[in-house]
């Protein structure tokens, strides 16, 4: 029931809060940093994901590894 | 539900790129190495495909073969194609994985949805995959291996994911995961087994069959920061826990700088630290036969703690004559795993030298493994 | 029956989270209520200073663009087309480059030349000016000095819609 709850209260703040806008304090034009190619979540998904399955089948953790964003906020 | 939103922007589909990698693992007595071609490419303005082939070609027995003798086959070859689709400020992803070895095949698939918000520095992604194995048991017939025509057993896997990652300054971008996985069916291994002190055997134990629960049910919650230091270099904290029905818990620790010099250099370094508790049903050597309802041996079930070092170097280089590859790099990493057993001895000390050390005396088992990876990536 | 409970929250959930960004995505205008463009002076390209009042008389189009901006960077040859086409016809355009270090957006420019201006907001103080919510953002303004078209983004194929803008505002 956790994730349930947890994944419906995501979904209805992400849909209360877009009738009203936050303003961004990290303005679009600001996010050279963010954009370089050594600040992306994922560099090199070939060799990550290889990794990951290494310690994987080793280890009885699994999960969790991985997230998306970031990046130039572009369009 | 608001309908009335701001006005709809769009986020991006991942770049156009290929890469192909040579992977090899040297450790425990195994070594396992092959290829991993990847190659992403945008089809028209709004979707993304993606391919990906993978081998592993094991070669050399490790300590849980050595101790039960029993027949291993050499290759892993995994297949997988993605596709994303973009509408303004969402991407739906889904993509399918068949992985086939010569005693297991395993087909996934999986679906994920990212939103970005809040002026693009909040992204939002839920994602589920679903698992379906077939389990087989390699066994010696005349001379040949085969599979055992009397073992076929299966495993369904689910795994539900959230996660969302915030930019928090110009600097400074935070990720939140958290993934809920069960499994059910056949979740052990067919050749390892347990053992039990058994003063009639002259090697002091007698080796027996695992039983494994038929379920599993884990949480694994993740926090990440990475931040952008002055200077040009990239630096990563990771830290990860993890718990499930079988008693494991587990964190894991991890730190990476990445460090860019002049043109064409990017250098990168990572430490890792991951420790983890053994499951309630495991232990090393059990008292007797029929100890509990539910035995194991499997060291990814024991308790121990591993530092693993990593160091990457990579090289920009430019293609003369072909101009639709926009970059290009060559990267060679290095990553030296070491694990140390709480609770796992190394039994091969009785088996060989039977009288020489009393059983649940052998010394605790550590592992020093190499993991090299060599790798070309275009972008274009 | 936890796993099915799950899956259908999931979904569930996935159409609350899409549902606005699919309604709101197809009725994206450019038109916005006239407003007075904000002037400005900035150091251009080839050093000299140049104002927002040179161009009075001419349907400016302002680009704020970016060489880390990937749709940026993919737009202005287009835009550097549209420049050739109707700079005779009383038009002009201005590129703003937004970084706080002009050195990658020069390297660009080199291998990537336009003719039209291109100046440097190094403090993002037009940005501001221009409230930019987007990268790369497009400002269309009349011949009296008006804002008259926002464009947000770049996809290929919103060409078009600069140019149906420019079309109308020429004429006047």
Redesign the interface.
């Given at each position: 029931m956790r994730i349930v709850s947890l994944i419906l209260a995501v979904a209805l703040f992400a849909s209360v809060t877009a009738c009203a806008p936050i303003e961004p304090w990290v303005k679009p034009y600001e996010r050279e940093h963010l954009a370089d190619a050594i600040m992306a979540l994922n560099r090199n998904p070939v060799s990550s994901t290889y990794l990951d399955h290494v310690f994987e089948s080793r280890e009885g953790a699994r999960g969790a590894t991985g997230g998306v964003g970031g990046g130039c906020g572009c369009n | 539900m608001c309908l009335i939103a701001a006005p709809a922007l769009a986020a991006v589909l991942p770049p156009d790129r290929a890469d192909l990698l040579y992977h090899r693992y040297q450790g425990g007595g195994i070594t396992v190495q092959g290829p991993s071609i990847l190659v992403q490419k945008k089809i028209g303005d709004h979707f993304s495909v993606g391919a990906n082939y993978y081998q592993d070609m094991i070669s050399s027995a490790s300590i849980d073969v050595l101790l039960s003798a029993s027949p291993y086959r050499e290759k892993r070859t995994q297949k997988s194609v993605s596709a994303e689709y973009l509408h303004g400020k969402t991407t739906y992803s889904a993509g399918f994985i068949n992985s086939v070895e010569p005693d297991y095949k395993a087909n996934t698939s999986y679906y994920s949805v990212s939103q970005d918000m809040f002026g693009d520095l909040t992204t939002v992604t839920m994602s589920y995959r679903r698992g379906w194995d077939r389990i087989f048991r390699d066994i010696k017939q005349n001379g040949f291996i085969i599979n055992d025509p009397t073992f076929q057993q299966r495993a369904d896997h689910r795994v539900y994911g959230l996660s969302l990652s915030q930019i928090l300054t110009r600097n400074l971008i935070s990720t939140f995961d958290y993934e809920l996985s069960t499994d059910q069916g056949y979740l052990a291994s067919p050749y390892r087994q347990i053992r039990f002190l058994d003063p009639n055997n002259p090697v002091g134990y007698t080796l027996a069959n695992q039983i494994y629960p038929g379920t599993r049910t884990s949480d694994a919650f993740s926090v990440e920061l990475k931040y952008y230091v002055p200077y040009r270099a990239a630096l990563t904290g990771k830290y990860r826990f993890f718990t499930d029905s079988w008693g494991i818990v587990a964190h894991t620790f991890q730190v990476d700088y990445v460090q860019p010099i002049r043109h064409h250099w990017t250098l990168d370094g990572n430490v890792r630290y991951y420790r983890q508790g053994a499951a309630t049903f495991y232990s090393d050597l059990f008292p007797y036969a029929g100890y509990s309802n539910f035995m194991a041996r499997d060291r990814e079930l024991a308790a121990f703690h591993s530092i693993t070092l990593g160091v990457e170097a990579s090289y920009a280089f430019s293609i003369p004559h072909l101009t639709w590859i926009q970059k290009s790099t060559a990267t060679l990493s290095f990553d030296r795993m070491m694990i140390s057993y709480l609770d796992y001895r190394d039994a091969l000390f009785s088996k060989f030298d039977p009288g020489a050390i009393r059983a649940g005396q052998e010394p605790l088992y550590t592992l020093d493994a190499s993991v090299f990876q060599a790798y070309v990536s275009l972008w274009f | 029956m936890?796993?099915r409970?799950?899956?259908t929250?999931?979904l569930?959930?996935?159409l609350?989270?899409?549902?606005?960004?699919?309604?709101?995505?197809d009725?994206?205008a450019d038109s916005v209520a006239p407003a007075p463009a904000p002037g400005f002076t900035l150091q251009s390209t080839s050093g000299q200073q140049v104002s927002l009042a040179q161009f009075k008389g001419d349907v400016v189009m302002i680009n704020?663009w970016?060489s880390?901006?990937?749709?940026?960077r993919q737009e202005m040859p287009l835009l550097q087309s549209i420049y050739a086409k109707y700079k005779d016809m009383g038009f002009t355009l201005i590129g703003v480059n937004?970084?706080?270090d002009a050195k990658t957006a020069n390297a660009w420019l080199k291998a990537t030349p336009v003719s039209y201006p291109v100046l440097y907001d190094p403090q993002?103080k037009v940005?501001?000016l221009y409230q930019?919510?987007?990268?790369?953002?497009t400002v269309i303004i009349d011949r009296t000095g008006t804002v008259r078209f926002v464009h947000?983004?770049?996809?290929?194929?919103d060409e078009n819609a600069y140019l149906n803008s420019i079309r109308a505002l020429i004429v006047q």
């Open positions: - | - | 936890r796993n409970i799950a899956t929250a999931l569930a959930a996935i609350a989270l899409a549902l606005p960004a699919w309604a709101a995505a009725s994206a704020f970016a880390w901006c990937g749709p940026c937004v970084e706080p993002s940005s501001q930019v919510q987007a990268m790369p953002t947000r983004g770049y996809l290929p194929g």
